[in-house]
């Protein structure tokens, strides 16, 4: 993903308020100051009317782009060099996997009672691809549905660092041979030498503190953990709704790996 934007046209996104900068407890800050030495902060872009179009169901949102900010200090230094040595043919070196996580927003926030939120991490395989070796694709799409269904609006926010439980494409590839072979989606984590669930919800937890503010929320997840990490982070006024779909022949296996692990799924869930 490119990762770089003009000075100047950060600048008029600025004036414009399409471009915000939001502290590690979703409070507002100065975009154009830097943040002090270890300080996460967050830069927001948007709102950008988004029509969507899944499956036969048409849907608008605003699409809000999330990126670390040191993340784009780093671009920004990078481009400055790349001019110096006359290396306009070079700038394809910003792209890189940095992770910039989207929000997508349905109603008006300021309207928002208590709204429903969907915490997502990507999966080329199953919200891009279809696969049914996990329920991925179905819970986005479910989550969309819901949330657009629901008098009190809400939101999506869609980690797209989160690959395979965080360990990334590749690994989460040699994953699946080695689910193939007979182990389970831990199993083949722990034989790779890497953590069950390493993906950090930090920033997931500032959009909501930015978005959702002080309101309580529902959210919709069958996972602990996410819970857990959240309410650690300072978002507390929340409330677990289970959210069960796409389950098939060819996940129940999976599914059934998530609840002995521990999510909130039940046998009838995955039957």
């Known amino acids: 993903m490119f990762t770089y934007i003009d000075p100047t046209v950060r600048h008029r996104l600025i004036s414009q308020g399409k471009l915000v900068r939001i502290d590690a407890k979703g409070k507002l800050a100065d975009p154009a100051s830097e943040p002090e030495e270890g300080e996460r902060s967050l830069n927001i ?9 899944v499956e036969s169901e048409s849907y608008l949102v605003d699409w809000y782009a999330s990126v670390r900010h040191t993340e784009l200090f780093k671009a920004t230094e990078l481009a400055d060099d790349l001019r110096e040595e006359d290396g306009q043919q070079s700038f394809a070196m910003m792209s890189d996997s940095m992770a910039v996580n989207s929000v997508l927003v349905i109603g008006n926030p300021d309207e928002w009672e208590e709204p429903l939120v969907r915490v997502h991490s990507s999966c080329l395989t199953g919200d891009v691809f279809g696969s049914g070796r996990c329920e991925c694709g179905p819970q ?58 390493s993906r ?72």
């Open 200 to 271: 950090d919800f930090s920033d997931a937890a500032s959009l909501i503190r930015y978005f959702v503010g002080d309101k309580p929320f529902r959210l919709l997840t069958n996972n602990p953990k996410k819970l857990e990490d959240l309410r650690a982070m300072g978002v507390s006024k929340v409330t677990r709704v289970k959210h069960i779909c796409g389950v098939g022949d060819s996940n129940r296996r999976y599914l059934a790996a998530k609840r002995d692990w521990g999510h909130h799924l039940d046998d009838k869930d995955i039957v």
């Open 45 to 53: 872009l948007g709102p950008i009317a988004l029509p969507l179009q």
């Open 140 to 197: 986005l799409i479910s989550s969309l549905e819901k949330i657009s269904a629901d008098d009190s609006g809400g939101m999506i926010v869609y980690m797209s660092g989160h690959e395979g439980r965080g360990i990334g494409l590749w690994a989460k590839a040699a994953t699946y041979v080695l689910q193939d072979a007979g182990e389970n989606t831990y199993q083949a984590n722990r034989s790779l030498g890497l953590p069950d669930d």
